[in-house]
C-alpha cells in the first residue's frame, strides 16, 4: 500500500498538500471504519511526509537566488551554474533549485542557498543533521541506517551516514580543546562514585576474539604506567599533582569539580 502510495504522489500531477487535504476530507465524511488500518496508517504517514517535503520544498526555494552577478561573503562573485539538486530533511529528499557562483581567482564556487538557510555540508538540513549524528555516534553507519529505513522519513544510505562525521570533524578538530573542557564543565560526579573506568575500545587490549586471557598483551610496571597515562591524556582528565605510580600503572584522578579523588579501576577492569 505505501509502494504505490508513493508511486502515486511521484507521478501525479497534485500537489501533496492537495492530496493530503483530499485524503483528510474523504475520511472525515466517512461513516464507517477504514478495511484496513494499518494501510491507512501507512497512507496517511505518507501523505503527511509528501507533503512536508513539498512545504520544505517551497521554503528552501525562497533562499536560492538567481542572478548573474552577487556579492558573497564581501567578494563579487559570478554564477557560474544553475542546476536542480538533491538535499537531506528530515522529512526525506527535497528538490530544490539552486545557483553556484564564483569568484574570478578562486576554484571553489559558493551557494548562496546553503549559507542562507544554515545547511550543514551542502547535503543536510540542520533538523536532519542532528539525528544522523547523534546515530553515527552511537552506532556503525551499517547499524543506523536500519533505523532511520524502519522509520520510513529520511532514509540515509550507509555511505552517506559515513561521511557526515568524516565532514564535521574539519570543524571539530581544530577547536576539539576547547569543546572538551565545555563538555567536561557540565559533567557532574555523583556524590557515590568510587572509581572510574577507562575503556581503550580493543586499541591497546584487542578482545574481538572473545578470547581476552589468551589475546590480552604482557605489559610490564612501566608499560602500564604509559598505558594509563595515554588513556587519562586521551579521555581529556587534566594532569593533577594528586597522581602517582601504582602497582596497577593507574592513580587516583583528581576530576574538576569532584571533592575527592576517584579510584582508577583494578587491573582486570
Request: charged residues 20%; proline residues 9%; glycine residues 6%.
Amino acid at each position: 500500500m505505501q509502494a504505490l502510495q508513493s508511486q502515486a504522489l511521484l507521478s501525479s500531477d497534485t500537489h501533496a498538500m492537495d492530496q493530503l487535504q483530499d485524503f483528510l476530507c474523504q475520511r472525515g465524511d466517512a461513516r464507517t471504519p477504514v478495511a484496513d488500518f494499518d494501510a491507512f496508517a501507512q497512507a496517511l504517514q505518507w501523505l503527511f511526509v509528501a507533503a512536508e517535503r513539498e512545504a520544505l520544498g517551497q521554503a528552501l526555494s525562497r533562499f536560492a537566488l538567481d542572478v548573474p552577478e552577487r556579492e558573497v561573503e564581501g567578494e563579487r562573485c559570478h554564477r557560474v551554474l544553475r542546476c536542480t539538486t538533491t538535499y537531506t530533511s528530515a522529512a526525506g529528499p527535497v528538490r530544490v533549485t539552486r545557483s553556484l557562483y564564483r569568484h574570478p581567482h578562486r576554484s571553489h564556487a559558493v551557494c548562496p542557498l546553503e549559507l542562507r538557510a544554515g545547511m550543514i555540508e551542502g547535503a543536510w538540513t540542520p533538523l536532519a543533521a542532528k539525528p544522523a549524528t547523534w546515530m553515527v555516534a552511537h552506532l556503525t553507519p551499517q547499524e543506523g541506517e536500519a533505523p532511520f529505513t524502519l522509520l520510513g522519513n529520511m532514509t540515509p544510505s550507509q555511505r552517506t551516514l559515513d561521511r557526515l562525521p568524516k565532514q564535521l570533524r574539519t570543524h571539530w578538530e581544530p577547536q576539539r580543546r576547547q569543546f572538551a573542557t565545555t563538555l567536561r564543565a557540565q559533567e557532574e560526579i555523583p556524590a557515590a562514585a568510587v572509581t572510574m573506568a577507562v575503556s581503550l575500545d580493543g586499541v591497546l587490549v584487542p578482545m574481538q576474539d572473545g578470547q581476552r586471557q589468551g589475546s590480552a598483551p604482557k605489559l610490564s610496571r612501566r608499560e602500564r604506567h604509559l598505558v594509563a597515562q595515554w588513556a587519562i591524556k586521551r579521555s581529556a582528565v587534566p594532569p593533577s599533582p594528586m597522581m602517582t605510580g601504582t602497582v596497577s600503572g593507574c592513580a587516583p584522578v583528581a576530576w574538576p569539580g569532584c571533592r575527592r579523588p576517584i579510584k582508577p579501576p583494578a587491573r582486570d577492569n
